[in-house]
């Protein structure tokens, strides 16, 4: 089975950054397509950005060129690295692979953006 674990969310002022972790377990990354994903309260679930086998990596109008999406093979972990941070980047960060049919997801982490 896949497995996903988020980590390194957590509460930064209007400007600042975070960098985001995905530990992915049960399929390499390297031979899967990567998405971040987020959802704030009250709003539907949005992707912000993904990364192919292939290394390309696309993203989402509100967060290009703020955002940057990464994979460690050794590690077998997804990154996202969050700078510029608005308060509208609130929102719960979901990683996401997709593997033949099966979408799998993390936990989710937190990320609040204010003063």
């Known amino acids: 089975q896949v497995q996903l674990v988020e980590s390194g969310g957590g509460l930064v002022q209007p400007g600042g950054s975070l960098r985001l972790s995905c530990l992915v377990s049960?399929?390499?990354?390297?031979?899967?397509?990567m998405r971040w994903y987020r959802q704030a309260p009250g709003k539907q679930r949005e992707i912000v950005a993904m990364?192919?086998?292939?290394?390309?990596?696309n993203y989402a109008d509100s967060v290009k060129g703020r955002f940057t999406i990464s994979r460690d093979n050794a590690k077998n972990t997804v990154s996202l690295q969050m700078n510029s941070l608005k308060p509208e980047d609130t929102a719960v960060y979901y990683c996401?692979?997709?593997?033949?049919?099966?979408?799998?997801w993390g936990q989710g982490t937190q990320v609040t953006v204010s003063s």
């Open positions: 049960g399929t390499l990354i390297s031979r899967n397509d």
């Open positions: 990364l192919d086998t292939g290394g390309s990596a």
């Open positions: 996401n692979v997709l593997r033949g049919l099966i979408s799998s």
